[in-house]
């Protein structure tokens, strides 16, 4: 997705700028761009389609110099990625804009703008602002007065920063949508799309709220709320040695995410746990009285989080015996939703950003709910801020762009949730949760177990180098493990892959099985072990090549074609938990034998804040 860096200072801020924009990199971007308002006292800008390493080199040979500059990587919404389209976006040669977000009425404005004589040079939705924000200036010569206009007439969702030559001592900037964020410095001050992107020239943030106009100076800063009244938004101090953007001993991030796993889960298990129960109250402190009334869960997320939700929705349904109901956001939100009495409306996202999730829970609070659950691993995020309850994941930023620690440690959450649910409505046997809060103590070191089969998963990873289809099959909460391993081959390796539940196989995609066509398969040792066996079987009969992660339990040995690695036993209720990590190392060393981009993978972007 797009990012956003600005700086106003009184040394020269493109190195500053080029170095938030890589901190950014790690969401995904096709292009980047930086202007400067330079010492000559001129507007300048460089852009370079492909990578911010290009814009630097670039800069090299022509530098800009100067102390107010606004830089962007874009990830193309509207028109191709290529230095036409990229941020920033002049209007005339004093002004320049960078946007986050879709305007949505930009096909409208951008006839208007024509009328008045404005010539477009991009294909962009964001090149609307600039000459729209030029126009406002004729009738005031303030530029946060104009902005203040200018946003007045879009729709759609933007975090903007505007510099101008005219007014070269500030920095412009509005939010409605898509987050920002102002770095406080000392007789300097920033601005970033996400605090990551400054956290190299200071640890004082300042968080802009929907619909805040903001002008940044050197040394101060003013905020207007939504309905255009000076307000102050509080500073925070911001420490987080989770945050390091830094690979460690390991090749990409991914991998290094996964390995982090039992340290994480660990983390989101802490203060949550009493000796024999989970803490509701770690919900918040109205959770114990939401949680009373709850006698439905509508759960709602996208991509890696859905797949969380729809293993939670076994959970809850079998252990707290809570009917659950769980729904991609994008669907969600424009369906018209009949909502059974007293549901939570529970929404699942690592960012907190994502555009869709957050749609559907905005939509939501119209719909009558009892009320809002999120959990979430951004504890600023829009998603958090705007739900009644909230459950933090402590994974720690999550750099690589495929989801992983992330999605542990939102079933950690997800299973405490359920036996939160199944204490306070008194349908979960006390023993029962004393045995899955034991085991839940256990699980970071289960965990650690399945990472040390590291190796072996390296060398089955061979198996499908030269592959161009895969499906994965599981049964029960497996089934949800299932789309979430085809999910992650098919984002970093590029290898077409698919779920299905193992007994719908023969019901259709057993028509595509053959000897090209690699079956991976999830089996803890539980009540569908014996029914998951026969499905396996008739893959076998049309020659299909098995990959089965099996519980050390389960007495499923190595045959021709058939390549089982054994699992670490454990409670059949945090098997999805565990049968991840295998999924995910297999997916990460298929995509090195490819030689892929694993921690920036084709078309993907880290947090999807447009629809
Ligand atoms: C997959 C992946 C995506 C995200 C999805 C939702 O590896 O990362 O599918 O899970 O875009 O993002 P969040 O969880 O931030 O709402």
Redesign the pocket.
């Known amino acids: 997705m797009c990012g956003i860096v600005g700086a106003v200072a009184e040394r020269n801020i493109t190195a500053i700028l080029l170095e938030g924009l890589k901190r950014l990199e790690y969401r995904g971007y096709d292009s980047a761009g930086v202007a400067v308002f330079t010492n000559n006292g001129t507007l300048e800008r460089m852009r370079r389609n492909g990578k911010v390493a290009e814009l630097e080199q670039a800069l090299a040979g022509e530098p800009l110099a100067g102390r107010l500059g606004i830089a962007h990587t874009r990830w193309a919404t509207h028109g191709a990625p290529c230095e036409r389209n990229a941020h920033p976006h002049f209007s005339g040669s004093d002004l320049a804009v960078v946007h986050n977000g879709i305007i949505e009425n930009h096909e409208a404005l951008r006839e208007q703008l024509k009328g008045l004589g404005y010539v477009f040079t991009s294909d962009t939705d964001t090149e609307v602002i600039a000459h729209l924000l030029n126009h406002k200036l004729k009738d005031n010569s303030d530029l946060t007065a104009a902005l203040k206009a200018t946003v007045k007439e879009l729709h759609g969702a933007y975090g903007l920063a505007v510099i101008s030559a005219k007014q070269p001592d500030r920095l412009v900037a509005a939010r409605s949508g898509s987050p920002l964020v102002i770095g406080l410095g000392l007789g300097e001050n920033f601005l970033a799309s996400d605090q990551l992107a400054l956290r190299q020239v200071t640890d004082r943030f300042m968080y802009l709220e929907e619909g805040d106009i903001a002008e940044i100076h050197r040394d101060s800063v003013q905020i207007w709320d939504v309905n255009g009244q000076s307000v102050q938004r509080e500073a925070v101090q911001y420490s987080d040695g989770a945050e390091a953007a830094d690979k460690g001993e390991y090749r990409h991030y991914m991998l290094k995410e996964i390995h982090e796993q039992p340290a994480v889960v660990q983390r989101t298990l802490e203060n949550r746990l009493g000796q024999d129960h989970v803490l509701v109250q770690a919900f918040g402190p109205q959770a114990k009285e939401l949680f009373a009334k709850v006698r439905n869960v509508q759960i709602v ?5 859905y797949h969380a939700g729809m293993v939670a929705r076994y959970w809850l349904e079998s252990l707290a015996g809570i009917p659950c109901q769980v729904e991609v956001a994008s669907e969600f939100r424009y369906r018209k939703v009949v909502v059974q009495p007293d549901t939570l409306f529970v929404s ?7 555009a869709d ?1 957050l749609a559907a829970l905005r939509n939501a609070k119209e719909l009558g709910f009892l009320g809002s659950l999120a959990i979430c691993n951004v504890g600023i995020s829009s998603l958090v801020r705007e739900s009644d309850l909230t459950l933090l994941t402590q994974a720690g930023r999550e750099i690589g ?3 992983t620690k ?1 999605f542990t440690t939102q079933l950690v959450g997800l299973l405490l949730l359920t036996l939160s649910l199944g204490q306070v409505r008194g349908t979960l046997e006390a023993g029962v949760e004393a045995q899955l809060v034991e085991e839940l103590r256990r699980l970071p070191a289960r965990l650690g177990e399945a990472l040390a089969m590291d190796s072996i998963v390296e060398k089955v990873a061979e198996l499908f180098a030269d592959k161009h289809h895969t499906l994965f099959l599981g049964r029960g909460a497996q089934f949800p493990v299932a789309m979430e391993g085809a ?2 081959l098919k ?1 970093i390796s590029y290898i077409h892959a698919e779920a299905y539940p193992a007994g719908e196989l023969k019901h259709g995609p057993l028509a595509l099985v053959d000897n090209d066509m690699p079956v991976v398969t999830v089996a803890p040792n539980n009540e569908l072990l014996e029914k998951l066996k026969s499905n396996l079987q008739e893959v076998r009969a049309r020659g299909g090549e098995l990959i089965v992660f099996a519980d050390e339990q389960a007495g499923m040995t190595n045959g021709e074609g058939t390549h089982v690695i054994n699992m670490p036993h454990i409670h059949d209720v945090l098997a999805p938990i565990l049968y991840t990590i295998p999924l995910q190392l297999l997916s990460y060393y298929v995509a090195v034998l490819k030689g892929t981009d694993v921690d920036q993978p084709r078309n993907l972007a ?3 804040t447009v629809e």
Do not use: R
């Not at 997320?301 to 989080?305: L, V």
């Not at 699942?348 to 994502?354: A, F, K, L, N």
């Open positions: 997320a996208c991509g890696t989080s699942i996202s690592q960012s907190g950003e994502t999730t762009v495929a989801s992330a999910l992650k984002e880290k947090s999807v």
